[in-house]
């Protein structure tokens, strides 16, 4: 690429990188899933530059692409339930929730173990915020698809995703300290 080309990429960065990435941050709500789509579309402008691919409105091209990336995004994520959760031991070996819980046969201190990591997993349902519990208990419990729960509701399906996804990351983080708790006792 000649100097003259990596001044025009670096100018056309300086100039739309911070609406191009509020843009992205407004439809995809990990941050780090932003910033990836964010690196790809100035890596397609790097690499069609390189082509020589005339672009002839590259504020729009950006945006364009830009918005292919976050429809791929949600193509390719599926909900993620909460029974396919895993989370790591101190050997980093992933444990999904019925790993967690001790059979109710193994005598009363498992029994006693599997109540309170029941009881914790209440708990932290209840701790939830009202609008990623509903979610939550409607997909996860109620086993109701996201399609039905934005049909009652009137919420965006991908709303109803973003608020599962953050109700999914607490309970993870609330089940693997307690995990955590129970296997150092």
């Known amino acids: 690429m000649s100097l003259e080309q990596d001044r025009r990429i670096s100018e056309v960065v300086r100039r739309e990188q911070s609406r191009l990435r509020n843009f992205i941050r407004r439809r995809v709500p990990d941050p780090r899933d932003a910033e990836d789509i964010l690196q790809d579309v100035f890596y397609r402008l790097v690499e069609a530059n390189r082509l020589l691919m005339p672009i002839d409105h590259v504020t729009g091209w950006l945006f364009r692409v830009a918005r292919n990336r976050i429809a791929d995004l949600f193509r390719k994520k599926k909900p993620e339930r909460f029974s396919e959760t895993a989370v790591a031991d101190e050997d980093d070996e992933l444990l999904q929730l019925e790993d967690l819980l001790p059979s109710p046969d193994a005598g009363p201190e498992a029994l006693y173990a599997r109540n309170v990591l029941l009881d914790e997993l209440a708990l932290a349902i209840d701790e939830l915020p009202k609008e990623q519990r509903e979610v939550f208990v409607a997909h996860?419990?109620?086993?109701?698809?996201?399609?039905?729960?934005?049909?009652?509701?009137?919420?965006?399906?991908?709303?109803?995703?973003?608020?599962?996804?953050?109700?999914?990351?607490?309970?993870?983080?609330?089940?693997?300290?307690?995990?955590?708790?129970?296997?150092?006792?």
Request: hydrophobic residues 35%; aromatic residues 6%; glycine residues 4%.
């Open 140 to 185: 996860e419990l109620d086993g109701r698809s996201f399609k039905e729960i934005a049909a009652e509701t009137g919420v965006n399906v991908n709303t109803l995703l973003s608020r599962k996804r953050y109700a999914v990351r607490h309970l993870r983080k609330r089940l693997q300290s307690i995990y955590n708790e129970l296997t150092n006792a």
